[in-house]
């Protein structure tokens, strides 16, 4: 091999490994972000705190993310990858209506309890952090698209459905299962038994 192809070679395993250096330092800046909004909140996660649990400089944060915003993006795309929510798709091949919204609940609240540490600090900060509420605008957009798939095909016009569709959004909001499972004490499956009856009223 001739000196001027090894020292291609050589180039492109730097560059290729210099790459794969930024790349690991974007993933430790991103999931110490994700640490600290699970435990302290996004109110009260610094560019400080973020570099000492990433184990970087500042700069070196600000290099990768040069604003808080793009950083809780980051955050929020990385957190939601690795705890999706339910299946909307799956819920819409249930063709009976009371038995998708039981379906539903089950699946959203199991996945509400899993995601608690996280769920109760964004929404708490959100109208402090305006960084975060892009983010959240794309969680709550998915609750939208939700509560529009549980209503699908059911039977109510008009002011009936809107009701309905009502009752629908709040039986699968954070929290409603929050008050009825954490404060109130009740176990999920009297708090599904509860939503659902509140639904077949709203439809009545």
Same mark, same amino acid.
């Given at each position: 091999?001739?000196?001027k192809?090894?020292?291609?070679a050589?180039?492109?395993?730097?560059?290729?490994?210099?790459?794969?250096?930024?790349?690991?330092?974007?993933?430790?800046?991103?999931?110490?972000?994700?640490?600290?909004?699970?435990?302290v909140?996004?109110?009260r996660?610094?560019?400080s705190?973020?570099?000492e649990r990433?184990?970087?400089?500042?700069?070196t944060?600000?290099?990768?993310?040069?604003?808080?915003?793009?950083?809780?993006?980051?955050?929020?795309?990385?957190?939601?990858?690795?705890?999706p929510?339910?299946?909307?798709?799956?819920w819409?091949?249930?063709?009976?209506?009371?038995?998708?919204?039981?379906?539903?609940?089950?699946?959203?609240?199991?996945?509400f309890?899993?995601?608690?540490?996280?769920?109760?600090?964004t929404?708490?900060?959100v &109208?402090v952090?305006? &960084?975060?509420?892009?983010?959240?605008?794309q969680?709550?957009?998915?609750?939208d698209?939700?509560?529009?798939?549980?209503?699908?095909?059911?039977?109510?016009?008009?002011a009936?459905?809107?009701?309905?569709?009502?009752?629908?959004?709040h039986?699968?909001?954070?929290?409603?299962?929050?008050s009825?499972?954490?404060?109130?004490?009740?176990?999920?499956?009297?708090?599904i038994?509860?939503?659902?009856?509140?639904?077949a009223?709203?439809?009545?």
């Open positions: 091999m001739s000196a192809i090894q020292d291609t050589r180039r492109r395993y730097r560059k290729r490994r210099r790459a794969e250096q930024e790349e690991e330092t974007r993933r430790r800046i991103t999931e110490a972000t994700v640490d600290l909004h699970g435990s909140g996004p109110a996660t610094t560019v705190a973020v570099a990433a184990g970087v400089q500042r700069a944060v600000y290099r990768h993310f040069p604003d808080e915003r793009s950083l809780f993006d980051a955050c929020s795309s990385h957190w939601i990858e690795a705890n929510p339910p299946d909307l798709v799956a819409g091949r249930v063709d009976e209506a009371e038995a998708r919204l039981r379906i539903a609940l089950g699946e959203l609240y199991s996945w309890d899993r995601s608690e540490y996280m769920l109760e600090k929404t708490r900060d &109208a952090v305006p &960084a975060l509420q892009p983010s959240m605008a969680v709550a957009g998915w609750f698209a939700a509560a529009d798939v549980l209503t699908r095909g059911r039977p109510e016009r008009g009936a459905r809107r009701k309905t569709r009502g009752a629908i959004a039986a699968i909001s954070f929290t409603t299962w929050r009825l499972v954490r404060e109130q004490g009740l176990s999920q499956a009297v708090a038994d509860l939503m659902t009856g509140l639904v009223a709203a439809s009545g």
